[in-house]
């Protein structure tokens, strides 16, 4: 476990504040309120891993901080530690102004504590009203129930509201400074491939490297890839990965020789394309230094069609194996990588691989199918969550293999589980699962291999998109639900009509009856483009509070109510919190710089 990325890893600071009168109030306070913060640091460390495996650390202040003096000396003590994530902690009053956190570019909280003896509330109130005052967005948590003096349990309600505040802020601090590579640029015509710096920079502080698809040519051409690796690589390919039916008509089949030629050349694109991200020691050791240094990408996409696809070999392979928790040297962190270079959903997955740890699907949100319709085409009553209609997920290229549904959680269930979860039995099921049928030439003139799959079993996911939106900035839009597995009379009549060289996955997405979510139908039609990135677990209430640190508003979503967290601040832009939301986004605008 190691983080492959330019940097260290951000820590949790945890300020520790006090009522700063000396001769007898602060002394009788000062091991209650450290307490606490040994609390929540344990608590938090004992929670929370980044995705690439390392146990998230905390950093205390030194001391209490009763003043301006003792919170500049831990603000210069985060400065050195590398603290990311601000949780300011305190079971009793404290000069508000004085002992607050001025950094407006760390994602702050405040846990006042909930009890009778001293006026941890009362200091939390002043606090929010401070940072508000000072356009300092914060979160405020506190407990429903009373608690006693001394207890230093922290309540369900608070674990809660901390971890999510803490996981989402971890992945602002995550994503900045590291890069975006788009390799090719445009796609199709798919707006979400027109990358746009601007969006990246001031609202996520990631900066975007472009580089041409000839570049793979190149390294390809000359070498500039670690040839030992590509041979372990090869031949761990024609072991584990099983080609499918060729779906060509006769005439348009590729020979044995070309289709060897198109496996040699697909996992060669995946070492080359691992290593622009990430760079590769292998490579400067062979004399090529600036290409083995990589772009620090946290997150990158490749064009593809049609130049490269009309030409060459399609990216579906490296794709889908780049986006599994897994390859020929074994079980690791999952990247973040985009088919058709569509940034907006690479940006969506990413937030979802910071969030959950897992590895993302990447889908076009292909069809909707209602219960009529299937009926008519297959004869047969769609039942279960399905019973309403289902969303149609495929494509081509970015699936994880993860998404076969071969791994099973603590309960026996299907799962998409962090890498060092993963059981190498696990990976032999996904493997074993997922055959590599030849491209449909009329796609892809150059050939090349999809992965195909079915989604086996249930399991509970979240479908995300950011949209750019000319004149308002970006927005997110969420949907939490299901996937489903049909009875394969029914599935593979509707996978025939689209394509059945692709993966598939089939949505079930929660609805109640109102606006977006009033059916299925709906949420198809409210979608607001042809991809949706899709992670495991109902992660909708952390991407709400993790787009309101980024200042992007949620314009869709199907989360509770009382599961929506978000800074103190946004209260006063109005009742309504999905108005609010807006309102308060366009205020303070982008984290990074102004629009």
Request: contains cysteine; charged residues 25%.
């Amino acid at each position: 476990m190691a983080n492959r990325l330019i940097g260290d890893l951000p820590k949790v600071g945890i300020r520790p504040v006090i009522d700063g009168r000396e001769r007898g109030v602060r002394e009788s306070l000062e091991k209650q309120v450290m307490d606490l913060a040994k609390a929540a640091a344990a608590f938090i460390s004992e929670q929370l891993r980044f995705p690439s495996g390392e146990t998230v650390e905390c950093v205390i202040a030194d001391t209490c901080i009763g003043g301006v003096a003792e919170a500049a000396l831990c603000a210069e003590k985060f400065r050195k530690e590398g603290v990311g994530v601000s949780l300011t902690v305190t079971p009793c009053w404290c000069y508000g102004t004085e002992v607050m956190d001025t950094d407006p570019l760390v994602p702050k909280a405040v846990w006042g504590f909930n009890g009778t003896e001293r006026p941890g509330a009362v200091y939390l109130a002043a606090a929010l009203a401070g940072y508000t005052q000072k356009g300092l967005p914060t979160f405020g948590i506190y407990g429903r129930d009373v608690q006693d003096a001394g207890d230093t349990t922290i309540p369900e309600d608070v674990k809660e509201k901390i971890l999510r505040f803490v996981k989402s802020g971890l992945a602002v601090a995550q994503m900045k400074g590291k890069s975006y590579l788009s390799i090719g640029y445009s796609s199709m015509g798919i707006a979400g491939s027109m990358v746009d710096s601007s969006f990246f920079q001031k609202y996520l502080g990631i900066r975007t490297e472009f580089v041409e698809s000839v570049e793979i040519l190149r390294r390809m051409d000359e070498g500039i890839y670690d040839e030992e690796e590509y041979q372990k690589a090869l031949a761990w390919t024609k072991e584990n990965c099983k080609e499918g039916k060729d779906v060509n008509k006769p005439e348009d089949q590729a020979d044995a020789a070309r289709k060897e030629e198109e496996w040699e050349t697909v996992v060669k694109m995946t070492l080359i394309c691992r290593d622009m991200m990430i760079g590769n020691e292998k490579v400067v050791a062979k004399g090529y230094r600036e290409e083995g240094l990589g772009r620090n990408a946290i997150l990158g996409g490749f064009q593809g069609q049609r130049q490269w696809t009309d030409y060459k070999p399609n990216a579906d392979f490296t794709e889908a194996i780049l986006n599994s928790s897994f390859d020929w040297n074994g079980i690791r962190q999952a990247f973040v990588f985009a088919t058709e270079n569509d940034s907006l959903n690479g940006v969506s997955m990413l937030f979802g691989h910071l969030l959950s740890n897992t590895s993302q699907i990447f889908s076009d949100v292909r069809t909707y199918w209602s219960p009529k319709a299937v009926k008519r085409v297959c004869g047969k009553e769609l039942t279960g969550l399905a019973e309403g209609g289902i969303i149609h997920l495929i494509n081509s290229g970015s699936t994880t293999l993860d998404a076969t549904a071969q791994q099973r959680d603590s309960e026996g269930k299907p799962a998409m589980k962090p890498f060092w979860e993963i059981t190498e039995e696990e990976v032999q099921k996904c493997l074993e699962n997922t055959l590599w049928p030849q491209a449909e030439r009329g796609y892809f003139r150059g050939g090349g291999y999809s992965s195909q799959f079915k989604t086996a079993g249930q399991m509970p996911v979240t479908m995300s998109r950011v949209n750019l939106v000319d004149g308002l900035g970006p927005v997110l839009q969420i949907a939490e639900g299901w996937t489903v597995e049909l009875p394969n009379d029914i599935h593979e009549i509707l996978d025939e009509r689209t394509n059945p060289t692709w993966p598939t996955t089939w949505f079930v997405p929660r609805v109640n009856g109102e606006g977006a979510f009033k059916d299925v139908y709906s949420v198809m039609a409210n979608w607001g483009a042809n991809h949706g990135a899709i992670s495991y677990g109902h992660i909708g209430a952390d991407l709400i509070t993790l787009a309101s640190m980024l200042r992007i508003p949620v314009n869709m979503h199907n989360v509770d109510e009382d599961k929506v967290f978000r800074p103190s601040a946004w209260a006063s832009f109005g009742e309504n919190k999905e108005g609010s939301d807006f309102r308060a986004c366009e205020s303070y605008g982008p984290l990074y710089g102004k629009k």
